[in-house]
């Protein structure tokens, strides 16, 4: 099956502690994103990266940090610098296009859930 | 301004109904609309994309976009209980590699 995951579910994390966030993809995509989602609120931009060994930031990476050393995996780091960790997170990818004319839908892992306990 | 607003609802329908969903966004060089149907505690699923004026259809639901006035929305024909969730608008600004900006979200409620 092609597709996204994420690992895990569930995350409780205690003040001070870094964690970890999985995702991968086996759909052959070059980019990945990180959104954060809060209760009422839409999907926030962590980071993105369009290729191994390259990333951005997106709208609110402080506290967070990503690498991106195999083009199927991009893991989230949620450092004890993020204040207000507790959140729902979404991996997602899609291709990168060869040029305008052709979009990119982003396509969504199931999410993690972190609580700060 | 919001760059995406929706208005949160909930919006609610009978089963059998027409339900309408609507978008508006703040940047008039976006050209690629998404709608996403978000169940709770899950992660959003593309139902529709559009890029061009006028209807898109795919089975029950169509996407309409103007580009004029600067809003998209998304009909959902014979709506079921099953439909109820929170659709989430989400705006491009080109085809090309360009960050998906998301709207907060419409919850619908379909009541049997």
């Known amino acids: 099956d092609g597709g996204i995951t994420q690992s895990p579910k569930y995350l409780f994390r205690k003040e001070g502690q870094n964690v970890t966030l999985s995702c991968e993809q086996n759909?052959?995509?070059?980019?990945m994103y990180w959104y954060r989602q809060d209760p009422g609120q839409g999907l926030r931009l962590i980071y993105y990266?369009?290729?191994?060994?390259?990333?951005q930031k997106g709208d609110i990476a402080e506290g967070y940090s990503v690498s991106r050393e195999k083009k199927e995996s991009f893991p989230l780091t949620v450092t004890s610098a993020q204040k207000n960790p507790t959140a729902f997170y979404l991996c997602?990818?899609?291709?990168?296009?060869?040029?305008?004319?052709?979009?990119?839908?982003?396509?969504f892992g199931p999410g993690t859930r972190l609580t700060v306990l | 301004q919001k760059e995406v607003e929706q208005n949160s609802g909930p919006l609610s329908v009978p089963e059998g109904a027409i339900a309408s969903l609507n978008c508006t966004y703040s940047?008039?060089?976006?050209?690629?609309f998404f709608w996403y149907r978000q169940y709770s505690g899950k992660s959003p699923e593309l139902i529709m994309s559009i890029y061009s004026n006028g209807d898109k259809e795919d089975g029950r639901f169509t996407a309409q976009l103007n580009k004029a006035s600067q809003y998209v929305s998304l009909l959902i024909r014979d709506s079921q209980p099953s439909d109820s969730a929170t659709y989430l608008c989400a705006v491009k600004r080109d085809t090309g590699f360009q960050k998906l900006v998301f709207g907060t979200g419409t919850r619908l409620l379909v009541s049997p």
């Open positions: 759909l052959n995509h070059d980019a």
């Open positions: 990266s369009q290729i191994v060994n390259d990333f």
């Open positions: 940047d008039r060089g976006s050209q690629s």
């Open positions: 997602a990818s899609s291709i990168v296009p060869p040029g305008l004319g052709v979009t990119d839908t982003q396509y």
